[in-house]
């Protein structure tokens, strides 16, 4: 294995947290950063959001969303849930 330029090596392949070594369990700093995980909402935060949504008949599911912090996919989810 040649040395860069810049005196940098590059590891060999198989070293933990690696992609394409098989491991499932790779360590989650070499991960690409995915964004917030999911965090459980509770059920009166649930019913205001479809709440406000349905209160406001010129808001979009997109809008209403973004105003909350949440995805239009979990908000959309939500109102469908409530029926």
Known sequence: MR???DG????????RGERGTGCKHRDRA??????PRPRNNPPQFKADAVALYESRPEAT???????????PETLRNW?????
């Open 30 to 35: 070499a991960e690409p950063d995915r964004g």
């Open 3 to 5: 040395p860069e330029p």
């Open 8 to 15: 940098w090596t590059p590891e060999p392949a198989g070293i």
């Open 79 to 83: 109102i469908r849930a409530a029926g």
């Open 61 to 71: 599911i997109r809008s209403v969303a973004a105003g909350l912090g949440i995805h």
